[in-house]
């Protein structure tokens, strides 16, 4: 670790820190009730107050379904990415070798490498702690859709849409993670490459969960 630069650590610090920062924004702070997935949940409540006044509840299942497969689809994704990450760390020469003959890229050592896969393997493993536990949440919204009473319970409707929103929630840290690791490409570039691509990943996410024109359209009364 003393071969490691002080502008790798100040942008592997911008990093932790501006996504720990906007996690904690978009789903803990008081903005998050003008956010897509606070939009989002009062669809989510009407959809299982529907559900809760329906005979039949095939549609309600396949939607289920949909989303399970997304999810599914994912957390397979993320252990592919992460056996790769490993193959990569035992052939830590050659890719030394690769990034050195990129322009403009800067010197690496192995422990520069190494930490990178590093960081990179965390940012994976997190997401498929996420992809796997919202998989387990819609399992058990599944569970609360197929044991709904026929009635007009707002009180069941409501937990049922809770549990449908902490899944999503999960799921789209997941994805954020995903998104946050293109950001760490840049690391193997450039310490300020690394800090731009993390910066601008924020602003494109900012911009899509908060001023999206899907946003609006999902507001009540939402026009073009």
């Known amino acids: 670790m003393f071969d490691i630069p002080t502008a790798d650590i100040l942008s592997l610090a911008w990093f932790v820190a501006i996504w720990v920062g906007y996690t904690w924004y978009a789903d803990r702070g008081v903005w998050r009730k003008r956010s897509l997935r606070a939009v ?62 990129l322009p403009f890229a800067a010197g690496t050592t192995l422990g520069q490498w190494e930490l990178k896969l590093l960081v990179l393997g965390v940012v994976f493993v997190h997401a498929f702690f996420k992809f796997t536990w919202a998989l387990r949440q819609f399992n058990y919204c599944s569970v609360l859709i197929g044991a709904a009473p026929k009635s007009t319970d707002n009180d069941y409707a409501r937990r049922a849409a809770e549990v449908s929103t902490h899944a999503s929630k999960d799921f789209n840290q997941g994805l954020r993670a995903y998104y946050f690791s293109l950001a760490a490409l840049g690391w193997f570039v450039h310490p300020w490459v690394f800090v731009a691509a993390t910066t601008l990943v924020t602003v494109v996410l900012y911009l899509r969960e908060h001023h999206s024109k899907t946003m609006k359209m999902l507001l009540p009364g939402g026009i073009d």
């Open 40 to 101: 989002m949940h009062a669809h989510r409540e009407e959809w299982m107050r529907q559900m809760a006044l329906r005979d039949n509840r095939v549609a309600d299942v396949n939607i289920l379904r949909n989303l399970l497969q997304g999810v599914s689809f994912f957390a397979s994704t993320t252990l592919l990415i992460l056996a790769g990450l490993l193959a990569m760390l035992g052939a830590s020469d050659r890719g030394i070798e690769i990034v050195r003959a």
